[in-house]
């Protein structure tokens, strides 16, 4: 199954494809680098576009004075609520500090403190300061600015911006050997074409554009996840969607990305009120405020829902120098009439982060020969249930070199790639109403009864075909492929556990201690098994 598109007008080819300009692409495309193997970039929009510009609070790695792996090892378990794989968390803990190391090698500057040391933060579910951030909440874009300078001063990189990838292309013997993209104005390399490689890794981020109140920009339509299961690829966990405690609440009217007040900021004192002026997370968990962040999201639910107001409050009057140590969010709120040193924040869970996606190795390799994945678009395993906070940029950059090794040690000859024939395309009039149906019925908290309700929405909107290929048609194809995944994991799941709450299974089960595994095949048809926790 592919999307329906043009005719390809032009070929190119490269050793390795590497689709999306995050952290996970850039890593990937500089270490592939170190191995000699020219890259070909590709990036939907202009190359800085994608969440990792957006990270605030930062990233974790035991790093500090008396921290462990072992120490971080256990709070992303706990995290995790008895799904995260062993192995990838080991991988994770255990490469991430020397991964830091390699990103502020190739010039990323994180914020120090008096003593000249790297400044360390908290945030929800660490039991320790082992955050570290850059320009105070403006983490992302100083990891974007680092590893695009990098990878704009290699010539063996071709980069090419407003570049979609549609779909996988697959040689005679299933192996991925390239995809086809849709190129805005790059002189010759324009319209539909198709490029050709050794391999593909898919690093295009997340699906936050599944709802429709989210973190993530614009560009997250969850595009890579989509291509790899038209490709037949295994997707696994997506029923966590993990939804951020506390982002600027302004209007149900404001669609799409909202504005994020970091958990860096409670790591830095702030506590959550409700409209009663009751610090409400007290005695509700051990952590408090700072408890993982799929607590806290449920127990704001809950308050909500107690006080029939659209938001609760985060007062960080308290914090000293706000404006100097949280300078992006003291200017969005400031835009949006809030002035945070002297009034408490309005705010509310949205959607921000897919703690699954496509299932791959501790190699990023996916269930299909030739198609890697990397970054938030990858379930490597080291998430479980819910990931801890700062550890997606870590992973972006741990596997983003893992994936480059992989690849240099085991890169087989160009295939040629096969037709496929069947085709598939959605209206983008979907979308509004996708989005609607998923906030309702498959968001904070889920049922039975909202998810089918919310599944036959899915249907009725997969009758709105189209025949006229474009962006808008190909993203609206891709959120539903993938809210049709989310809902039907999340129906499978019948318990709560992480960042999935069932109000009709409102109990942990250890018969779930599973992952959900699905899978699309040639015909259309979906299927689903189960997998054992590693
Ligand atoms: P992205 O950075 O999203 O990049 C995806 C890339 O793929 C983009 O370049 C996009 O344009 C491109 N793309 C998408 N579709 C296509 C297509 N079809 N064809 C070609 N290109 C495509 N995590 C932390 O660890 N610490 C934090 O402090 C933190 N704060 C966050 C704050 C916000 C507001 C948000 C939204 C997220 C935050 N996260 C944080 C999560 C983290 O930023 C992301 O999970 C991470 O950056 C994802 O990196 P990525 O490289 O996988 O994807
Ligand atoms: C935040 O700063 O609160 C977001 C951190 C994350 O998503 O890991």
């Not at 996840?225 to 405690?245: K, M, N, S, T, Y």
Request: hydrophobic share 40%; aromatic share 4%.
């Amino acid at each position: 199954m592919k999307l329906l598109s043009g005719a390809p007008g032009w070929t190119t080819t490269a050793d390795v494809i590497v689709i999306g300009s995050g952290v996970a692409g850039l890593t990937t495309a500089l270490n592939l680098r170190s191995h000699n193997l020219s890259v070909l970039l590709v990036t939907k929009a202009r190359i800085d576009e994608g969440s990792t510009k957006w990270a605030q609070g930062g990233i974790a790695a035991a790093l500090g004075p008396g921290d462990t792996p072992d120490q971080h090892k256990k709070d992303t378990l706990a995290a995790g609520a008895g799904l995260c794989d062993l192995a990838a968390v080991d991988v994770l803990v255990s490469e991430g500090p020397e991964a830091v190391r390699k990103l502020i090698a190739r010039g990323a500057v994180f914020d120090k403190s008096e003593t000249g040391e790297i400044a360390l933060t908290r945030e929800g579910g660490h039991l320790r300061n082992r955050i570290l951030h850059a320009g105070g909440d403006a983490t992302g874009a100083e990891v974007s600015r680092a590893l695009l300078a990098a990878v704009q001063e290699d010539a063996g990189i071709e980069i090419i911006e407003h570049a979609l990838a549609i779909d996988a292309l697959k040689s005679a013997t299933g192996r991925v050997c390239g995809v086809t993209l849709h190129v805005i104005g790059q002189g010759s390399l324009d319209g539909v074409g198709r490029a050709l490689s050794r391999a593909v890794v898919v690093a295009t981020g997340g699906l936050g554009q599944v709802y429709s109140q989210t973190t993530n920009p614009a560009v997250s339509t969850g595009d890579g996840v989509a291509l790899a299961l038209r490709a037949g690829a295994d997707v696994a966990d997506v029923e966590f969607i993990q939804f951020h405690p506390t982002v600027l609440w302004r209007d149900l009217a404001n669609r799409g990305q909202q504005p994020l007040i970091s958990e860096a900021v409670r790591g830095e004192g702030a506590i959550l009120l409700n409209h009663k002026d009751e610090q409400f997370m007290v005695g509700k968990h051990p952590q408090a405020d700072l408890a993982p962040r799929d607590v806290v999201a449920k127990e704001i639910f809950n308050q909500m829902r107690i006080s029939g107001q659209p938001h609760v409050w985060l007062d960080a009057r308290k914090i000293k120098d706000f404006a100097k140590r949280f300078p992006t969010i003291y200017a969005s709120c400031v835009a949006n009439g809030i002035d945070p040193t002297v009034e408490k924040i309005p705010v509310a869970p949205a959607s921000h982060y897919a703690s699954g996606g496509v299932r791959v190795d501790l190699n990023g390799q996916s269930s299909i020969a030739g198609l890697y994945i990397c970054g938030e678009s990858a379930c490597t395993g080291a998430h479980g249930a819910n990931r801890l906070a700062s550890n997606s940029l870590l992973e972006g950059l741990v596997f983003g070199a893992r994936i480059a090794d992989a690849l240099a040690k085991d890169l087989p000859p160009q295939e040629q790639p096969v037709e496929d024939s069947k085709t598939t395309l959605l209206d983008p009039k979907i979308v509004i109403p996708l989005q609607i149906a998923m906030s309702e019925g498959a968001g904070v908290m889920r049922s039975e009864s909202s998810l089918r309700k919310t599944m036959q929405t899915l249907q009725e909107l997969s009758k709105l075909t189209s025949n006229q290929p474009r962006i808008e048609a190909w993203e609206a194809s891709n959120l539903h492929l993938l809210a049709t995944a989310i809902v039907r994991s999340a129906l499978e799941r019948t318990e709560t556990r992480g960042s999935h709450w069932r109000s009709d299974f409102p109990d942990f089960s250890d018969k779930w201690q599973v992952r959900v595994i699905e899978k699309f095949d040639t015909d259309g048809n979906w299927h689903k098994r189960v997998e054992q926790i590693k």
